[in-house]
């Protein structure tokens, strides 16, 4: 198995735009997390999905932070409309069953500059 | 105060020696995890634990839950072992999972 894929790698865009992010988890995982990593506030959970569904949301910023899940092996976090301080690596990860924490799979992350 | 707190912030150490991490918590949990950051950002999840102790190669893991505190252990330790190390725990009562600020970790050849 490839692992986590996310996608871009690396992102820079201005303030105002929007920005979406991709993660395709491991195949037959059915746990996905996004998390957010920041000098200031080191890593964060953001959301958490179990069955495509959304579990957990309470880490997400703000209203113009939106994740889904439309199906097993894709989802999406959009920034709309982004700000500089949204500026962080994005890591995605997928797990299986048996609990939030159970030994999770990392993707290489996404670097979010946001000018 | 952090509901999870790491000991040492950072951490210089010639290879071979033995290296501990520390973790507290003040909150009730369900399990803690370790992962291991790799200076390139990588992530790799090391051990979930709910009791006792477990070790991987020169890695070792334990976990106290009436002191609310574990310990991720290296053996041996190597300048590949250089990395930030971090932990988070699983609440019990709302499942919430939070995180350790991370121990950087640098082992001199």
């Known amino acids: 198995d490839a692992g986590v894929i996310q996608s871009p790698r690396h992102e820079v865009t201005e303030m105002g735009q929007e920005v979406t992010l991709r993660c395709k988890p491991i195949?037959?995982?059915?746990?996905l997390f996004w998390y957010r990593q920041t000098m200031m506030r080191g890593l964060e959970l953001l959301i958490y999905f179990n069955n495509n569904v959304p579990i957990d949301d309470s880490g997400m910023p703000e209203d113009r932070f939106s994740a889904k899940m439309p199906n097993a092996s894709f989802s999406t976090l959009k920034i709309q409309p982004s700000e500089p301080r949204d500026s962080a690596v994005y890591f995605c990860?997928?797990?299986?069953?048996?609990?939030?924490?159970?030994?999770?799979?990392f993707g290489p992350g996404t670097r979010l500059t946001v000018l | 105060k952090n509901e999870v707190e790491q000991s040492p912030q950072n951490l210089t150490a010639q290879e071979g020696e033995f290296i501990t991490i520390n973790c507290s918590y003040s909150?009730?949990?369900?399990?803690l995890h370790w992962l291991q950051q790799h200076p390139g950002g990588g992530i790799v999840s090391l051990f979930m634990?709910?009791?006792g102790k477990k070790k991987h190669g020169r890695l070792i893991a334990t976990i106290n839950i009436q002191e609310k505190h574990s310990s991720l252990h290296i053996t041996a330790s190597h300048p590949r072992d250089s990395a930030v190390y971090i932990c988070?725990?699983?609440?019990?009562?709302?499942?919430?999972?939070?995180f350790g600020k991370g121990t950087r970790l640098h082992i001199l050849p």
């Open positions: 634990l709910s009791s």
């Open positions: 909150v009730g949990i369900s399990a």
């Open positions: 988070a725990v699983l609440m019990n009562r709302d499942d919430k999972i939070i």
């Open positions: 195949s037959g995982h059915d746990y």
């Open positions: 990860a997928s797990g299986l069953s048996g609990g939030a924490v159970d030994t999770q799979y």
